[in-house]
């Protein structure tokens, strides 16, 4: 999992709520991503971050938020806005801006379960 | 449109003998291809990749993949599986124009028997 930190582990969101998952990393990466995993359906993108104050949305955005203040910082917020978050969320970052030959790197994830 | 494809959702090998997990590809321009582990609960670790050059890629752990471009396959091969081999195991194609967009297939699960 290298310098990527996900928290929590483990989080319970209620109806209606909004909810943050935190990912840090000490690697000087330029480019981060939020993905989530569902059983037998691999990882999709949510949104992604090239550069500080930037991101753009990926596949399945909806619902989600993002911010990207701090170059080793990019939390993602799961809104009352999206019906189903029960999942595992990855957060990643590669070297450069994002480019076609960089490899993503993962945090351990954090598994998100409604209540 | 770029879109990966693992045939296997399982894949069960008896430790020592070898292994081999499928990986096809669809892109329209060149193809660079990744292969990932995840363990139970836990994030996913790389394993290699090709870009360009040799077409046998090795790899951490002692895997290995090969690329066939007539095939459009990028195969994760090991000579000896050990049970500890036992994972999810991802593979993931890009091409030269889709920048960050990095495809994942749906994985395949390797079950290693001692």
């Known amino acids: 999992d290298g310098g990527i930190t996900q928290s929590p582990k483990y989080l319970f969101r209620k109806e209606g709520q909004n909810v943050t998952l935190s990912c840090e990393q000490n690697l000087n990466h330029d480019a981060m991503y939020w993905y989530r995993q569902d059983p037998g359906q691999g990882l999709r993108l949510i949104y992604y971050s090239q550069i500080v104050n930037d991101f753009q949305k990926g596949d399945i955005a909806e619902g989600y938020s993002v911010s990207r203040e701090k170059k080793e910082s990019f939390p993602l917020t799961v809104t009352s806005a999206q019906k189903n978050p029960t999942a595992f969320y990855l957060c990643?970052?590669?070297?450069?801006?994002?480019?076609?030959?960089?490899?993503?790197?993962f945090g351990p994830g954090t598994r998100l379960l409604v209540l | 449109a770029q879109s990966v494809a693992q045939p296997e959702d399982q894949v069960n090998v008896a430790e020592g003998n070898p292994l081999t997990v499928k990986c096809t590809y669809s892109v329209s321009g060149n193809p660079y291809l990744f292969w990932y582990v995840q363990y139970p609960n836990r994030g996913l670790q790389f394993l290699l990749k090709?870009?360009?050059?040799?077409?046998l890629v090795k790899g951490s752990y002692g895997f290995e993949a090969e690329f066939n471009k007539s095939q459009t396959s990028f195969h994760l091969k090991k000579p000896s599986a050990l049970v500890s081999d036992s994972a999810l195991y991802f593979c993931?194609?890009?091409?030269?124009?889709?920048?960050?967009?990095?495809?994942f297939g749906k994985g395949t699960s390797l079950l290693v028997t001692p």
């Open positions: 990643a970052s590669s070297e450069g801006a994002g480019g076609p030959l960089e490899t993503q790197y």
């Open positions: 993931a194609v890009r091409d030269e124009n889709s920048g960050y967009a990095l495809n």
């Open positions: 090709y870009i360009t050059g040799d077409n």
